[in-house]
């Protein structure tokens, strides 16, 4: 199956080497193979004798005018192209709980990603995460004033990259959902936890204070907003955060 990967990050990279392991045709495509998704420029090309594109795609700059348009015209640009090219599976990664947030400009954004890729020419499946592990240090760092980080104890249900990656790669080589899929991690947790364990576990002497009022980039929180929705049959990943945390030595 010749499959690729638009964008080559966290999730990207791991998921080229996965799908490669079993035996795909596949290419993962970063900003550095001069490739803009943004415009089209190169589109057309990579995706020329693809059975699946996986759109792992993200704005260098979150600002809410500037997001919206991105995931807009990359969208636009990427499904057009796969129409074109006789693309049988589009699959992107969302977010779980953006239909929830929409006060937050780029959960509008995701959105408007996803109802692109629904309205476009080509079968797809949606799959919306949980916040990954590896996010937490931003997440602390974004809360952060002096030595001091103000987090709030509303729940996330986080994943570890590694489980979106080995689950993804399933999706990605099976047949299009044509609808959205759910994964998060297996435990709910307030993220000043999540910050506190990530601090006792590397030795940072930051101290966290809670905060239900601290937003979380641009949101205001409740325990449900950002883990898996009732009714979705949400995929449960495996790896517990302190096993990730012990993992990572």
Same mark, same amino acid.
């Given at each position: 199956? @010749?499959?690729? &990967? /638009?964008?080559?990050?966290?999730?990207?990279?791991?998921? @080229?080497?996965? #799908?490669?392991?079993?035996? *795909?045709?596949?290419?993962? #495509?970063? @900003?550095?193979?001069?490739?803009?998704?943004?415009?089209?420029?190169?589109?057309?090309?990579?995706?020329?004798?693809?059975?699946?594109?996986?759109? #792992?795609?993200?704005?260098?700059?979150?600002?809410?005018?500037?997001? %919206?348009?991105?995931?807009?015209?990359?969208?636009?640009?990427?499904?057009?192209?796969?129409?074109?090219?006789?693309?049988?599976?589009?699959? &992107? %990664?969302?977010?779980?709980?953006?239909?929830? %947030?929409?006060?937050?400009?780029?959960?509008?954004?995701?959105? =408007?990603?996803?109802?692109?890729?629904?309205?476009? =020419?080509?079968? /797809?499946?949606?799959? @919306?995460?949980?916040?990954?592990?590896?996010?937490?240090?931003? &997440?602390?760092?974004?809360?952060?004033?002096?030595?001091?980080?103000? =987090?709030?104890?509303? *729940?996330?249900?986080?994943?570890?990259?590694?489980?979106?990656?080995? *689950?993804? =790669?399933?999706?990605?080589?099976?047949?299009?959902?044509?609808?959205?899929?759910?994964?998060?991690?297996?435990?709910?947790?307030?993220?000043?936890?999540?910050?506190?364990?990530?601090?006792?576990?590397?030795?940072?002497?930051?101290?966290?204070?809670?905060?239900?009022?601290?937003?979380?980039?641009?949101?205001?929180?409740?325990?449900?907003?950002?883990?898996?929705?009732?009714?979705?049959?949400?995929?449960?990943?495996?790896?517990?955060?302190?096993?990730? #945390?012990?993992?990572?030595?």
């Amino acid at each position: 199956m @010749r499959i690729v &990967i /638009f964008g080559a990050g966290l999730i990207g990279g791991q998921l @080229r080497d996965r #799908l490669h392991e079993q035996g *795909h045709d596949v290419v993962a #495509l970063g @900003r550095e193979a001069g490739i803009d998704t943004t415009t089209g420029e190169g589109v057309a090309a990579a995706v020329d004798g693809a059975d699946v594109v996986v759109d #792992l795609t993200n704005s260098p700059s979150w600002a809410d005018d500037d997001v %919206l348009a991105f995931f807009r015209d990359s969208t636009r640009n990427l499904v057009g192209a796969g129409a074109e090219a006789g693309v049988g599976h589009h699959v &992107i %990664l969302s977010i779980v709980g953006a239909d929830r %947030l929409t006060d937050a400009g780029y959960m509008r954004a995701k959105l =408007a990603q996803e109802r692109g890729v629904v309205d476009g =020419a080509v079968p /797809f499946t949606i799959v @919306r995460s949980t916040q990954f592990f590896e996010f937490v240090p931003g &997440i602390a760092d974004a809360g952060t004033v002096g030595d001091t980080v103000r =987090a709030t104890p509303a *729940h996330l249900q986080p994943i570890a990259s590694a489980d979106v990656v080995e *689950h993804l =790669a399933g999706i990605v080589t099976a047949e299009p959902v044509k609808g959205t899929v759910e994964i998060a991690g297996p435990e709910p947790l307030g993220i000043d936890e999540l910050v506190r364990r990530w601090f006792a576990a590397t030795g940072d002497r930051r101290t966290v204070t809670s905060d239900a009022t601290a937003g979380y980039f641009g949101a205001i929180l409740d325990d449900e907003a950002l883990t898996p929705t009732p009714g979705a049959n949400a995929w449960i990943a495996p790896t517990t955060y302190d096993e990730w #945390l012990a993992a990572r030595g």
